[in-house]
């Protein structure tokens, strides 16, 4: 006996652990005791959201998702594997009769068909956030982002589902939106594409809306990105030849030289240069320069940032025998043509104005300033008292043969008092509807020819 005991010592240690094990699973099903346990993130789930929207208007705003329960029960229901999925926590919003605001509402525990009880849950109570929700739309912005391929140009992102979206949330909340925004790839694109967009909500200081309680209708929204191609292309300028002046006396300098423009292209591949217009060169003062418009052919636009005027500089050639000389013309002629009737006088307030004349040298010595004159002519009724700006053009006897004046219109700054120097007397009403000159008068920007000159 004692070889066999000896000699099956293992199996019969083994044969005992199996045996306690045995035992202990009888005792625990005999006693079972009660024991407690912590169910973590049961998920919240509200209940009366109808009834809280057609009583009272209101909607829940924000709640508190989840708790954790404390339960106790006999132990071998409260570790059976399917019973965390039956423990349920639901609050009941329909009681809320108080209004907008915040809450703290006690969960209700179910444990389904478990004999366990609930002993409490943390938190004790459920944050339940009330509020009015109205909509309201925001427009939608959307930008580009990216680096399109050589050559091209992106326009404005297009929104095609919708140029407005729909948000809703508490009143006090929605003021703070001002725009849904978003942007849009277009790296390497060549030619127009339609995508995706995501979006957000953004306030006036162009910063993203966050902590609200605000939702919008989509995150998405599908763009339209027009691309275009670029062409630069030059700026020309056409010349007429003076008495004194020819263009081939002459170099042309126009800043900028060239201009980028953006549209179809078929269009820009029929565009050589841009003409901007005509300069006579009589009326061209040398090295002054003048700013002239650029017109664009139709179905093309400038590219972003270039200019819509340039400035056209005319200079002599250095091997020219061409020369300019600028003076000063002190004396004024002045034509009221209300003088008869015109209970006002009239002072010019130029000292001078500085003219160009161009010809030869020997030629411009010979120039008797003198024999220059500025002639105005005005309608002091029409003007009425105080200071103004009239048109004057210049005027010159006996010149030199082969000067010429460059340009003869100028602006001559004329005072009109009353009979005592008073500047506040109102005009008699002598010209009828007050943009109507009557009488042969002009209006206040007009003024007669003088010396064989024309008024503008």
Request: net charge negative.
């Given at each position: ?17 199996l ?26 789930k ?46 009941d ?6 209004g907008?605001?915040?809450?703290a ?9 478990y ?12 944050r ?16 580009t ?49 339609t995508?995706?967009c ?7 200081a ?12 989509t ?8 691309i ?10 056409s ?14 300098s126009i ?24 300069i ?7 090295g ?16 972003s940032g270039q ?25 004024f002629?002045p034509?009221?043509t ?69 340009g ?18 109102t ?30």
């Open positions: 006996m004692k070889q066999f005991i000896k000699k099956h010592d293992m199996w019969l240690r083994l044969l005992s652990l045996l306690a094990f045995v035992l202990w699973i009888v005792v625990r099903d005999i006693e079972n005791p009660i024991k407690p346990t912590v169910i973590h993130d049961v998920s919240v509200l209940v009366g959201t109808e009834q809280l929207m057609s009583s009272y208007d209101l909607s829940v705003i924000e709640y508190t998702t989840s708790i954790d329960v404390r339960v106790e029960g006999p132990n071998n229901e409260i570790t059976d594997s399917t019973f965390r999925k039956k423990v349920t926590a639901t609050v919003v329909s009681d809320i009769t108080d907008a605001g915040e809450y509402l006690t969960p209700q525990i179910s444990t389904g068909s004999n366990v009880d609930s002993i409490g849950t943390e938190p004790a109570t459920v339940v956030l009330v509020d009015k929700v109205t909509t309201a739309s925001v427009p939608v912005r959307v930008e982002t990216g680096t399109v391929a050589d050559g091209s140009r992106p326009g404005t992102p297009e929104p095609t589902t919708t140029k407005e979206v729909t948000i809703s949330g508490p009143a006090a909340e929605l003021q703070e939106v001002a725009y849904a925004y978003g942007t849009i790839d277009v790296s390497g694109k060549s030619s127009t594409f995508g995706e995501s979006i957000a909500l953004y306030n006036d162009g910063e993203p809306i966050t902590g609200t309680h605000v939702t919008c209708q995150d998405t929204i599908t763009v339209r990105v027009p275009y191609p670029v062409e630069s292309v030059p700026l020309t300028v010349l007429t030849d003076g008495e004194t002046l020819k263009e081939d006396q002459v170099d042309v800043n900028p030289s060239s201009i980028t423009l953006i549209g179809d292209q078929k269009t820009l591949a029929g565009i050589t240069e841009i003409n901007l217009g005509t006579a060169l009589d009326d061209a003062r040398t002054v320069p003048v700013e002239m418009e650029i017109p664009l052919p139709e179905g093309v636009r400038l590219d200019p819509s005027t340039a400035e056209v500089t005319i200079s002599v050639k250095e091997q020219e025998n061409v020369s300019t000389r600028k003076v000063q013309v002190t004396k002629v034509t009221d209300a003088q008869e009737e015109t209970p006002y006088s009239v002072s010019v307030l130029t000292e001078s104005i500085e003219i160009e004349l161009r010809g030869s040298e020997s030629a411009l010595d010979l120039v008797d300033v003198n024999s220059l004159s500025i002639g105005l002519t005005f309608d002091s009724v029409s003007l009425g008292l105080g200071t103004h700006k009239v048109k004057g053009q210049v005027a010159a006897t006996g010149l030199p043969a082969g000067v010429t004046l460059v003869s219109d100028v602006e001559v700054e004329i005072e009109i008092t009353g009979p005592d120097g008073e500047e506040t007397v005009p008699p009403d002598t010209t009828g509807p007050a943009d109507t000159p009557q009488d042969g008068g002009a209006d206040t920007d007009a003024v007669a020819p003088e010396e064989g000159g024309d008024g503008t």
